[in-house]
């Protein structure tokens, strides 16, 4: 439904496509032009209220910014840094100057901004990697600014929970909402340590471990032949080990042309091989790392681990391991147990060593039991009837704020939970809205490869014995499912897309333009001076209906009309006076002076040229509603306009060729209008809707 109120409040705002004055004119001619277009910066200067208005959002580098928006040419709603750890002020300025208001979103746990890249492109690339250092980010100002802060807590990328273990603990403080996964990690998913035995570090000469290189590279051609369709990246320590693997794999591919299909892939999920500098922001299925530093080719062990060492290093170690969606694989030469923090007080290889330790035991479990005991005596009744039929149950299963009441262990496969059990207890109740209650938590649950099941309160306390054989049931189903299909569930992700068009009950862009109608129809055969009231009105109803808003005397001039009379007197207009104020009094009509028309009814500008009354093209006869929204109608349509031409404009949508002096002044009086109640705004000279109001 969101999505559909935003198209539709887009659908309003655009431009109607046949202004050829102001903006929009700039626009269309630059549109039919085949060369020699203004340049970007130029057009978005003159025109560039229009182009908002076509396409609301900007998505753009700091770069661009400063190149194609000259100051004051735009201005926007809001500002939405992203990926902010690593955008330095100094880049934001330009931006943040050109909007309202601000959102910055960024983790101060990630990589900050650096002067890597600044140094490549001035030193020679095999320098010490140790002197890089850190600059402020716009997050970090933000931060120390006080700017309101909020965390965002669920952890959408890891589908295991093992992937995010050691960054929740060591980073986030454990404050990490996790969904837990129904099985440890293995056969292809979770966090893998591979150890390579004969692995040497050349710490005097490459900085280079060729025989781990080699080994990712082998593990490279074995992803591509058994598992294509898995999106996978490499990540390194090192630049000179980024290399290294690279090298490997060149020579892979010239042996195995499979390799060079998997990895010449492009788009959003293309292989890539990078070092840990220039990871952030990437994902895939399946992540190698190489850690690459190890023992040398006399056995001693350096506690230089490069960037790793420095001031921010563990930042930099946390956007490398938290790559992964599926599984992690960790090639080291190297175990925990070689890292001495004694020698290196650096969080970044204190935080390695964790990981190490980590990734090596084995201890992947998502769905740890807490501990917590039964919520309540219904999910202790729930689980001791499954029991009964010979399955194990655990309570409180998760970690890190996420628990499912009830888990069923699969007696076919250790470490992998068959069923979860959602009951109407704490964790139901608990939730803040209905959508989290009901719809997002077995969801997520659910796109994590569990199979969930609901029992509610309410139909245990009447049936429980129906509701424990309906559990029962479900697990006979579950337990004669393949195991290949079960896994097949698991990666299916749900996803939402738009429709192609816009749905039917979409508004028009603007109000469209129309041709006067004159009300003619059949009326009763009594004459005008005897109808009651009410049935007088009843005609003039379905004239405000016909032509509203239209002036008094217009209404009282239709119904001469209708009746065959030539002449108004005082009688009729006197009827007509006493059957609007029947009609008022019921809200069946509402009147702006001495103009009436139909209650709600939106009004848009209509074209008079070829009306038969001569009094409809009065001055004083042009109702000031229809004459307010014939003068937005073409501020949208020529945004950027002059008064001159915009009045102009705008009688011309009510079918005025020439313009008299009284006319003019009328539209006059209502811009004015339009400008005191801020629906137009005068900039530079031109005047322009204001943003975010409907004509």
């Known amino acids: 439904m969101a999505q559909y109120e935003v198209c539709q409040a887009h659908s309003r705002g655009l431009p109607i496509h046949q202004g050829d004055a102001g903006e929009m004119g700039i626009l269309r001619k630059e549109m039919s032009k085949k060369r020699r277009h203004l340049p970007l910066r130029q057009l978005l200067t003159q025109a560039g209220r229009s182009v908002q208005a076509i396409k609301p959002v900007f998505m753009m580098s700091p770069i661009s910014v400063a190149q194609f928006l000259h100051p004051g040419a735009i201005e926007f709603d809001l500002l939405l840094i992203d990926e902010a750890s690593q ?132 593990h490279i051609l074995v992803h591509a032949r058994e598992t294509p369709g898995a999106s996978l990246g490499v990540g390194t320590f090192s630049m000179a080990q980024r290399d290294a693997v690279l090298d490997e794999l060149e020579g892979l591919r010239k042996r195995h042309p499979e390799l060079e299909t998997f990895c010449a892939r492009s788009g959003q999920d293309a292989f890539f091989v990078k070092n840990l500098e220039s990871i952030q922001g990437d994902e895939r299925d399946v992540i190698f790392i190489s850690v690459g530093y190890g023992r040398d080719s006399s056995g001693y062990m350096s506690m230089s681990f490069g960037p790793l060492n420095n001031d921010g290093g563990e930042r930099r170690l946390n956007v490398l391991i938290t790559r992964a969606r599926e599984c992690c694989r960790v090639f080291a030469s190297i175990s925990a147990d070689d890292i001495d923090v004694n020698r290196s007080n650096a969080r970044g290889v204190v935080a390695l060593k964790q990981f190490l330790q980590y990734a090596a035991t084995g201890i992947h479990d998502v769905g740890l039991v807490s501990g917590k005991g039964f919520d309540s005596p219904f999910e202790e009744q729930v689980a001791l009837a499954v029991q009964k039929h010979g399955y194990v149950v655990d309570s409180q299963v998760g970690v890190a704020g996420f628990f499912i009441d009830l888990a069923v262990r699969d007696p076919e496969t250790p470490g992998r939970y068959l069923l979860g059990l959602e009951c109407d207890g704490a964790q139901y109740h608990s939730s803040r809205c209905a959508r989290d209650r009901d719809r997002l938590r077995q969801q997520v649950l659910e796109d994590r490869g569990w199979s969930i099941a609901r029992v509610w309160s309410t139909d245990w306390f009447r049936d429980s014995v129906s509701q424990t054989r309906k559990i029962v049931e479900t697990l006979a189903k579950l337990r004669a499912t393949p195991r290949s299909a079960k896994r097949a569930a698991t990666t299916v992700a749900a996803t939402t897309e738009l429709p192609r068009h816009a749905p039917t009950s979409v508004a028009p862009p603007l109000p469209s333009v129309s041709r006067y109608v004159e009300a003619s129809f059949q009326t009763p055969a009594t004459p005008i001076y005897e109808l009651p009231v009410a049935h007088l009105a009843s005609v003039i109803a379905q004239i405000l209906d016909i032509e509203g808003p239209v002036h008094r005397d217009e209404v009282a001039k239709r119904v001469t009309g209708l009746w065959g009379l030539t002449r108004t007197g005082s009688r009729i207009s006197g009827a007509v006076d006493e059957a609007l104020r029947w009609l008022e009094l019921r809200s069946q009509a509402s009147s702006d002076a001495e103009f009436f028309s139909v209650p709600g009814r939106p009004v848009v500008p209509r074209d008079r040229e070829n009306t038969t009354s001569s009094t409809l093209r009065k001055a004083e006869h042009l109702p000031p509603l229809e004459v307010r929204a014939a003068v937005t109608a073409a501020a949208h349509a020529n945004q950027g306009i002059d008064e001159e031409r915009l009045l102009a404009e705008a009688l011309r949508l009510l079918g005025f060729k020439t313009v008299g002096a009284q006319v003019r002044s009328i539209a006059s009086q209502q811009l004015q209008v339009l400008m005191r109640t801020k629906a137009l705004e005068v900039r530079d000279g031109r005047l322009y809707p204001t943003p975010n109001r409907l004509p």
């Not at 309202?100 to 650096?114: A, F, H, R, S, Y």
């Not at 669920?154 to 929740?168: D, E, F, K, M």
């Not at 570090?201 to 080994?215: I, K, L, M, P, S």
Request: aromatic share 6%; glycine share 8%.
């Open 87 to 218: 955008v330095q002020p100094v880049d934001a300025l330009g931006a943040i100057a050109r909007c309202k208001q601000i959102v910055v979103v960024g983790d101060e746990k990630q990589l900050p901004p650096t002067s890597f890249f600044q140094r490549l492109a001035t030193e020679d690339s095999s320098d010490d990697e140790d002197s890089l250092g850190d600059v402020q980010s716009i997050l970090a100002l933000c931060l120390a600014q006080s700017v309101p802060a909020r965390m965002l807590r669920w952890h959408y990328r890891s589908r295991h929970h093992s992937l995010i273990a050691v960054s929740n603990r060591e980073f986030y403080d454990g404050r990490l909402f996790i969904p837990p996964s129904p099985h440890q990690a293995g056969a292809g998913g979770g966090l893998q340590f591979h150890h390579v035995a004969d692995g040497q570090f050349d710490r005097g000469n490459t900085a280079t471990n060729r025989r781990e290189a080699h080994v990712v590279a082998e």
